[in-house]
């Protein structure tokens, strides 16, 4: 079965620092391009970073271009968000996504639960 299972959200203070995971499994994690998301309430989901499937690049919102570093370990089929200098508005629910390289017309889009982050006093 397909599961992105994210952790490392939590609460932390304007300026400060969380790196969050997200473990993959069920599909061919290395032939996947991956991405982390974000969402506040009322909002729609945002990317905020991409990682192509080899890791060789990388594109960030502007919002977060500077702060926020995503890389990924093909080895143990994980992705990662490090989030430095954060700030309040960096508040959301961030999800982890996977999507494959289409095959013939063929696309496959996964996503993960969602972990909280709030940057906050």
């Known amino acids: 079965q397909v599961q992105l299972v994210e952790s490392g959200g939590g609460l932390v203070q304007p300026g400060g620092s969380l790196r969050l995971s997200c473990a993959a499994s069920?599909?061919?994690?290395?032939?996947?391009?991956m991405s982390w998301y974000r969402q506040t309430p009322g909002k729609e989901r945002d990317l905020v970073a991409t990682?192509?499937?080899?890791?060789?690049?990388?594109n960030y919102a502007d919002s977060v271009k500077g702060r926020f570093t995503i890389s990924r370990d093909n080895v143990n089929n994980t992705v990662y968000l490090q989030m430095n200098r954060l700030k309040p508005e960096d508040t959301a629910v961030y999800y982890c996504n996977a999507r494959n390289i289409p095959v013939f017309g063929i696309r496959r889009n996964y996503w993960g639960q969602g972990t909280q982050v709030t940057v906050s006093s």
């Open positions: 990682i192509t499937v080899a890791g060789d690049s990388t």
């Open positions: 069920g599909f061919p994690f290395s032939t996947y391009v």
